[in-house]
């Protein structure tokens, strides 16, 4: 393991969880809670041991036999538990350990049968996917439900098919391995549920293999007989599945004997890599991981599962910097069609839950099912000419949503290798390549470069806002974006002989390139014009204000004034407030406030976009753009400015003044400017909440257009983790 990380810094953590419940860890490091760790459980782990996606029924007895402790306790360090609170820790066990390539139900019985409510009427009565969000739902549920009454087997059975026959048989045509986990005390119950069973499993080819997990000893011969025959489906003609049936008279055994379920399937020797879904780094919380396993196997058989840990932003760093021009984009998606980067998604970076992850076909609707199943395939090709729509976000996706622009488009696609996932790459048909300057030169002594100490330039270093900076000169900031090789920068420490390299082709003293994108050197020497400009402007009065000056081009480069230390990893390409600006072109575009990422606080931000220059200065919503240039202001002063433009503003007794974006967010409210309150900045406000008194209109959006004061009827199917736009 060791060897590994030094062949490969992009690792993470590796590991091996064995089928025993071992887990290795590398590098080491303190987990608090290693009770609720079981690889076993959790779905990447199956995911590799199972790779068959799953169709699950859990059903668990909620009679008022199941108030019962009638569990011997091999563990004294924790107390006796209720056979209910046992079937419901058990079957959310079960629920963990699925993916969204997996289907789940659940059914809790007594006399009658509860299943999951939803208002599309998903969880009652067909299989829903199970997504993170699926999931949390019929934990809910599950968490929730009492008990009275007694039993009945005949309904909870019938139940249990209605899942699979309301179902969609097939997904895609793959195969899938359908299961029935049955809870129950055996105390007390009515029916006998062998012919219905038979006859359900008929309509389904007798695919589904039913496991019987008995809570509780000494029943009556005669319980114990019926459900051994549930589990081995005896009067099922043909063949049958033979499914376990088990007596668990230890409360401690029974989440484990529960949790293994997948064991007992029909699994294929797996030889390819699996890669998990996207989750949550548990140790920063932040930023998304991607695991890697393979599945363990000896002279013995099956032994446990190794993986290996990435962050998805330098594994596909490739993609997520590509910079072909604004009208193109890409996009990875799986073989099974869940899309992992798109435009239309968040930041991964930025990410501090887990997703659930979405088909590509709630993205890409017009490039065609022959392109879609030819990259789950893995197969390499092109299509050209295809009119699509060009996604644009309008700023914060998840709150602003997203614009387009149709054009006609070529896709090209490919298979990445040793991996499940493919590639495409999204080129306007006739895109224009930007044009290059020639011959820019840049004065030597005044290039500072974004991550070095202000005094290793000779620069005396001043407070600026809650930063030390210099006002002697800007300083350039490299984005990853900036780079050929965007993963190695990202992992790469920078030294700083490396950094001197970098310094000496910037500065024109080297014509060996270490590693820039090719238009690089002149976008550093045609900002540093702008330098001069924002140093004689300092000694305006409102100049006090200003927190920053900064221009962001399209390969990269963020200029800034004044200079001062930044984090490699930050691109501003990828900031809300630029894509935002990019979206409204030929517009001055103000952000709602926000903390500052560079640690000024709460600001707000002017910006604009560039075109790349014409001779008679007249541009076009279709021109290209070149960057953004911005400017960051104190909510304070913007407050300040508001009041001396609308003096009407300043009356704070008789008026309050709001200022809204086109999204409806609240750019300026007094309360942001109180002294002594905390305006909860953090935080986006819409003028459609109830502390505003205002609501959206009730008129529909026309098809051009959507502002925030009407709205566009999107319905969320719940059991296919799919967006259908009515």
Not at 22 to 43: G, M
Not at 248 to 257: E, I, N, P, R
Request: glycine residues 6%.
């Amino acid at each position: 393991m060791k060897s590994n990380l030094n062949n490969d810094p992009t690792l993470l953590w590796q590991y091996f969880g064995s089928d025993q419940g071992v887990l290795t860890n590398y590098p080491a490091s303190n987990l608090s809670n290693c009770q609720t760790l079981d690889a076993r459980f959790r779905n990447y782990y199956v995911a590799t041991a199972s790779p068959v996606p799953k169709d699950v029924v859990i059903m668990f007895e909620a009679s008022s036999a199941m108030t019962q402790k009638s569990f011997e306790n091999s563990d004294p360090s924790t107390p006796d538990k209720p056979l209910i609170q046992l079937a419901k820790e058990s079957s959310t066990t079960v629920l963990n350990t699925l993916g969204s390539l997996d289907r789940v139900g659940v059914i809790a019985f007594n006399g009658d049968v509860t299943t999951p409510l939803s208002q599309d009427g998903c969880y009652r009565q067909t299989l829903a996917k199970a997504t993170r969000n699926n999931i949390n739902k019929l934990k809910g549920f599950i968490n929730n439900k009492g008990v009275n009454g007694d039993s009945d087997y005949n309904k909870a059975f019938a139940a249990a098919f209605q899942f699979f026959n309301e179902s969609e048989r097939s997904l895609q045509g793959e195969k899938r391995d359908r299961i029935i986990l049955f809870l129950t005390s055996g105390s007390s119950y009515s029916g006998n549920p062998l012919e219905i069973i038979r006859d359900g499993n008929a309509a389904m080819n007798n695919e589904v293999v039913i496991h019987v997990f008995q809570l509780g000893k000494d029943r009556p011969q005669e319980t114990e007989e019926l459900l051994r025959n549930i589990s081995r489906q005896v009067l099922n003609p043909g063949s049958t599945r033979t499914g376990r049936y088990m007596v668990l008279s230890d409360q401690k055994m029974l989440m484990t004997a529960m949790g293994e379920y997948y064991q007992y399937s029909e699994n294929e020797r797996q030889e390819d890599p699996v890669f998990s879904e996207p989750f949550i780094d548990m140790f920063s919380q932040k930023g998304l991981l991607i695991s890697m396993c393979l599945p363990v196997y000896t002279v013995g058989g099956f032994k446990g599962v190794v993986c290996n840990d990435f962050r998805l932003e330098e594994l596909l760093a490739d993609v997520t910097y590509l910079r072909e021009g604004e009208n193109s984009y890409a996009f990875v998606i799986d073989g099974f069609g869940r899309t992992l980067v798109h435009p239309l998604l968040p930041q991964r970076r930025q990410s501090t839950d887990n997703p659930d992850i979405v088909d590509i076909e709630n993205f890409e609707r017009l490039v065609g099912q022959d392109v879609i199943q030819s990259m789950k395939r893995g197969e390499t090709g092109n299509k050209t000419g295809i009119v699509t729509k060009m996604p644009i976000s309008r700023g914060i996706m998840l709150y602003e949503g997203d614009t387009s622009k149709t054009i006609k488009a070529n896709y090209f696609w490919t298979k990445v290798q040793k991996s499940n996932y493919s590639v495409c790459v999204v080129i306007k048909e006739d895109l224009s390549s930007l044009k290059e300057l020639k011959d820019a030169t840049i004065d030597s002594k005044g290039f500072y470069y974004h991550t070095r100490e202000i005094t290793d330039y000779g620069s005396q270093p001043c407070r600026h806002y809650a930063r030390w900076a210099t006002k002697d000169h800007s300083c350039v900031m490299l984005a990853p974006s900036s780079f050929a090789d965007p993963t190695g920068y990202l992992i790469r420490n920078e030294t700083q002989a490396k950094i001197r390299e970098y310094e000496r082709y910037l500065r024109g003293d080297s014509t060996n390139n270490p590693g820039f994108v090719d238009t690089l050197l002149n976008s550093v020497a045609a900002t540093y014009k702008l330098e001069s400009f924002w140093k004689d402007s300092i000694s305006h009065d409102q100049a006090k204000y200003v927190v920053w000056r900064y221009i962001c081009t399209k390969d990269g480069i963020t200029r800034l004034y004044p200079c001062v230390q930044l984090t490699k990893d930050y691109d501003p390409a990828l900031r809300p407030w630029y894509q935002r600006t990019i979206a409204k072109r030929k517009k001055f575009v103000l952000s709602t406030p926000y903390l500052d990422a560079w640690g000024s606080g709460y600001l707000l931000t002017l910006s604009r976009s560039m075109y790349e220059g014409k001779l008679n200065g007249q541009h076009s919503p279709d021109d290209v753009v070149v960057g953004v240039m911005g400017t960051d202001l104190t909510v304070n002063y913007f407050n300040q400015l508001i009041q001396e433009i609308y003096p009407i503003c300043g009356q704070t007794q008789s008026y309050s003044c709001i200022v809204i974006d086109d999204s409806g967010f609240i750019v300026m409210h007094p309360d942001f400017v109180v002294t002594g309150s905390d305006p909860g900045l953090d935080n986006l406000f819409h003028i459609g909440n109830k502390d505003y008194k205002k609501s959206p209109s009730v008129n529909k959006c026309g098809s051009d257009n959507c502002d925030c004061l009407c709205y566009r009827d999107v319905d969320f199917n719940v059991c296919t983790n799919k967006y259908v736009q009515t």
